[in-house]
């Protein structure tokens, strides 16, 4: 079974920057199979899509308001997904969450893993978030 698990979120002013982090493990883990994708959710609102990578490589999906401001990065010897934030504004202020899923799983191989990244759909494993929020 997979474990997904951020961290990094925290209280910032408008303007200011984090750098989130999202680690897989588990059994037989192999990271360069995996569809990652982060995910938000403001209190109220439904959940959004921000961001989707295939960690061997393809598409990247970025919500077009965070274009800019927000960058995937990743760190395979530690199997982690970085979001670096950027010029935060107060509505990005959500609950961030890290989902993911191997190329098992239909629709997470390959270039159709930012496809799935922007619908949210066919991930079988959540974190539990991490918080952000943006002051004005």
């Known amino acids: 079974q997979v474990q997904v698990v951020e961290s990094g979120g925290d209280s910032v002013q408008w303007g200011g920057s984090l750098k989130l982090s999202c680690r897989v493990s588990?059994?037989?883990?192999?990271?360069?199979?995996?569809?990652m994708a982060w995910f938000r959710q403001a209190p109220g609102k439904e959940r959004e899509a921000v961001a989707g990578?295939?960690?061997?490589?393809?598409?990247?999906f970025l919500l077009d308001s965070v274009k800019g401001r927000f960058t995937l990065s990743q760190e395979n010897a530690e199997n982690k997904l970085y979001l670096q934030m950027k010029n935060l504004k107060p509505e990005d202020t959500a609950m961030y969450y890290c989902?993911?899923?191997?190329?098992?799983?239909?629709?997470?191989?390959?270039?159709?893993?930012?496809?799935?990244?922007?619908?949210?759909?066919?991930?079988?494993?959540w974190g539990q978030g991490t918080q952000v929020t943006v002051s004005a």
């Open positions: 989902a993911a899923g191997d190329s098992s799983s239909p629709g997470l191989f390959g270039r159709s893993c930012a496809v799935a990244a922007r619908s949210g759909k066919g991930f079988p494993a």
């Open positions: 990578l295939y960690m061997g490589g393809g598409d990247v």
């Open positions: 588990g059994a037989g883990v192999t990271f360069s199979k995996f569809c």
